[in-house]
């Protein structure tokens, strides 16, 4: 019996025999020998056939055969030098599985909502596959680091009552009698569980109705919430970096393929590597952004162009550090020697990639926090639970939430988060 192996495991069969479930992505062929190209989703590579070396009805098949048909080859192993992957197959057989006729998605170029709209075959396509191993890999490496720093995952609920980050861009859902959301932020229940295990963080999609059409927002997107209790925010911000390095270097790692595929050098990346990342307060920001002549006053939020601009200054990710009040959530600890500024920051990709994190040292005083809930607007009983956390044996605790997507876009160096999570959801699409 031949073995069955797939793609990615070629290195490991030079010179055997072996027989691999495959798609067709593309071909070409003259009188005498055929190239398939070849995918089974660990990887793609090159099948050759000699016509004089095999059957001809296996010859005929081959040329025959349409892109996506889906068929066992059977043949050897050679290394390849010629392409990067460094191995192909010199076919003996095939034998059709599945055919496909008139695929839509052809090598030639297409615009993006065409591809959107049959993204369900698309992610066939090179790109998406090495964005998505990227992500897979990303997720293996962020298990892995919390896991080796003492954390617990712990799940909050999609399904909640509370809004923490804003009552403007919730879903709102009909939960038999009552008012229910769609999870903005894991964050609430978060420190819920850094009260009850010390270092927890989450992994699950968030939701915001953001009106905003850009680049840089989805309406269904994944997030990662840490959260641990006796720690300041100085602390966070050293996990923070920490957290990310390990990602860059995770990808650097084990995705070299990948990388290729999108073009991505990784000598850029293998600088982000390097720590500490620079800090800059938002005061700082913003004389930085007036001294380029823009027309921002302290106070006001950043824009993309902004986020830009500031990321655009540093070879690094960069902290902007207390940012003013009354442009963040409730929950936020003020900066002890001032009452304007609260001890958060956010990172900014470099590249031009803007916030890729939100964080802050959280509020502990039950009454402060409880007149926070009333100006923000916001129903005390429905935060019951939370100001509860700040009864029983409150303690300084730090979190914060990194946008999966926003990561992957820049680590990738994509120009929209739509192609970094496998059926993006945005104002205008909720299909396929
Ligand atoms: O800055 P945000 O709103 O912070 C929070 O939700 C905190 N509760 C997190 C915490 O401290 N536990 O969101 C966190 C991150 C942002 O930095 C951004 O990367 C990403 O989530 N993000 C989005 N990503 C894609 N689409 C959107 N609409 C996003 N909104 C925020
Ligand atoms: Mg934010």
């Known amino acids: 019996m031949v073995q069955i192996i797939r793609i990615d495991e070629a290195k490991d069969h030079v010179d055997e025999e072996v027989k691999i479930g495959v798609w067709l992505t593309d071909k070409r062929s003259s009188g005498k020998i055929a190239f398939l190209q070849l995918r089974d989703g660990s990887a793609f590579f090159q099948g050759v056939i000699v016509k004089n070396n095999v059957a001809p009805e296996v010859f005929e098949a081959a040329k025959e055969m349409h892109q996506e048909t889906s068929f066992w080859v059977t043949g050897t192993i050679h290394q390849d030098t010629r392409s990067h992957f460094g191995y192909e197959i010199e076919v003996s057989d095939i034998e059709i599985i599945g055919e496909s006729n008139d695929y839509p998605i052809t090598p030639k170029d297409h615009g993006i909502e065409f591809l959107l709209d049959h993204r369900h075959l698309w992610l066939r396509s090179k790109r998406p596959f090495a964005i998505m191993q990227i992500r ?60 009850a295990f010390g270092k927890v963080f989450s992994f699950g999609p968030t939701f915001r109705a953001e009106k905003s059409k850009t680049r840089r927002h989805l309406t269904e997107f994944w997030m990662i919430e840490p959260e641990m209790a ?47 990342y620079p800090r800059i307060s938002y005061d700082e920001a913003v004389k930085m952004l007036q001294d380029h002549g823009t027309d ?137």
């Open 136 to 195: 897979n890999e990303m997720i293996r490496a962020t298990y892995e680091f919390f896991n080796q720093e003492g954390f617990i995952k712990i799940d909050p609920p999609i399904l909640t009552g509370s809004a923490p980050e804003g009552t403007t861009e919730l879903f709102q859902i009909d939960y038999f009698d009552h008012d229910a959301y769609l999870s903005q932020s894991g964050q609430l229940y978060m420190e819920a569980g850094a009260q």
């Open 296 to 432: 921002i006053k302290w106070g006001d939020d950043f824009g993309a162009p902004d986020e830009t601009f500031l990321s655009d200054q540093f070879d690094q990710p960069v902290f902007v550090l207390n940012y003013p009040v009354a442009i963040k959530p409730f929950y936020m600890k003020k900066a002890p020697d001032r009452d304007d500024v609260y001890l958060c920051a956010d990172l900014l990709a470099p590249e031009g990639y803007g916030e890729i994190i939100g964080g802050s040292e959280r509020e502990t005083d039950y009454e402060v926090l409880k007149q926070r809930i009333l100006d923000a607007g916001l129903k005390e009983s429905d935060y019951d639970w939370y100001l509860d956390l700040r009864k029983y044996g409150s303690t300084p605790h730090s979190g914060f939430g990194l946008g999966f997507e926003r990561a992957i876009t820049w680590i990738c160096k994509l120009d929209h988060l739509r192609e970094a999570i496998p059926f993006p959801r945005m104002i205008n699409r909720i299909e396929p």
């Open 230 to 276: 006796f720690t300041h925010q100085e602390e966070s911000l050293a996990v923070q970096e920490k957290y990310i390095a390990y990602l860059v270097q995770s990808v650097l790692d084990n995705c070299d393929y990948e990388l290729h595929l999108l073009g991505r050098d990784p000598e850029v990346l293998k600088k982000y590597t390097k720590l500490p």
